[in-house]
């Protein structure tokens, strides 16, 4: 079992940066493909970032792709999302999740039934 708190959203201007954090319990964490997911007032869920269990490969939605950073520290279970140069386009509840320590590394990490446990969500939301 893997409970995931998010934190660091709030309100930005456009530009601006906000860097978010995922921390875990739960031992499963170092070995779970990790993911930030987001999902717009009357949109579906979409992927945005995701880093495999040992944090040595990464890979972004094309829309976030050179703006946003996504790492880990297992040490500390705890994940983050740096976003940065953020568009009103950005706004969303952001989700992290994990798919509860499998050390997947395959091709369908932007899959959200992929991930077995998810956070609350936190509200990132940038202003024009």
């Known amino acids: 079992q893997v409970q995931l708190v998010e934190s660091g959203g709030g309100l930005v201007q456009a530009g601006g940066s906000l860097s978010l954090s995922c921390a875990a319990s739960g031992r499963a964490f170092s070995s779970s493909l990790m993911g930030w997911f987001r999902q717009a007032s009357g949109k579906e869920r979409e992927f945005v970032a995701a880093?495999?269990?040992?944090?040595?490969?990464?890979y972004y939605a094309g829309s976030v792709k050179g703006r946003f950073t996504i790492s880990r520290d297992n040490a500390k279970n705890t994940a983050y999302l740096q976003m940065n140069s953020l568009k009103p386009e950005d706004t969303a509840v952001y989700y992290c999740a994990v798919d509860g320590g499998t050390r997947y590394s395959g091709s369908y990490y932007y899959s959200p039934t992929l991930y077995a446990y998810w956070g609350q969500g936190t509200q990132v939301t940038v202003s024009s």
């Open positions: 880093i495999f269990w040992n944090g040595r490969t990464t």
